[in-house]
């Protein structure tokens, strides 16, 4: 399982991003730390199994090349 910091350092993506990437994703570990306070922020842990990360990340690279195209 790897955590937000470790994929932030391994794509040099911010963890916001990171979070973006997977926190809706299927097979991902989403954690609430203390949900039920109120008036202070909300903590998280996720933890990303490395066949999602994999999945993910060829599904950005895709996306990103094709961004780059310059379009015909």
């Known amino acids: 399982m790897?955590?937000?910091?470790q994929?932030?350092?391994?794509?040099?993506?911010s963890r916001r991003t990171v979070i973006r990437?997977?926190?809706?994703?299927?097979g991902v570990l989403n954690v609430l730390d203390n949900p039920e306070t109120l008036h202070k922020r909300r903590y998280r842990t996720l933890r990303i199994p490395r066949a999602v990360?994999?999945?993910?990340i060829q599904?950005?690279?895709?996306v990103l090349?094709?961004?780059s195209d310059p379009p015909f």
């Not at 990360?53 to 993910?56: I, Q």
Request: proline content about 4%; aromatic content about 10%.
């Open 2 to 5: 790897l955590t937000v910091p």
């Open 7 to 13: 994929i932030a350092d391994m794509t040099g993506r």
């Open 21 to 26: 990437w997977f926190e809706d994703e299927s």
């Open 53 to 56: 990360y994999e999945r993910v």
């Open 59 to 62: 599904t950005k690279k895709i």
């Open 65 to 67: 090349i094709c961004a």
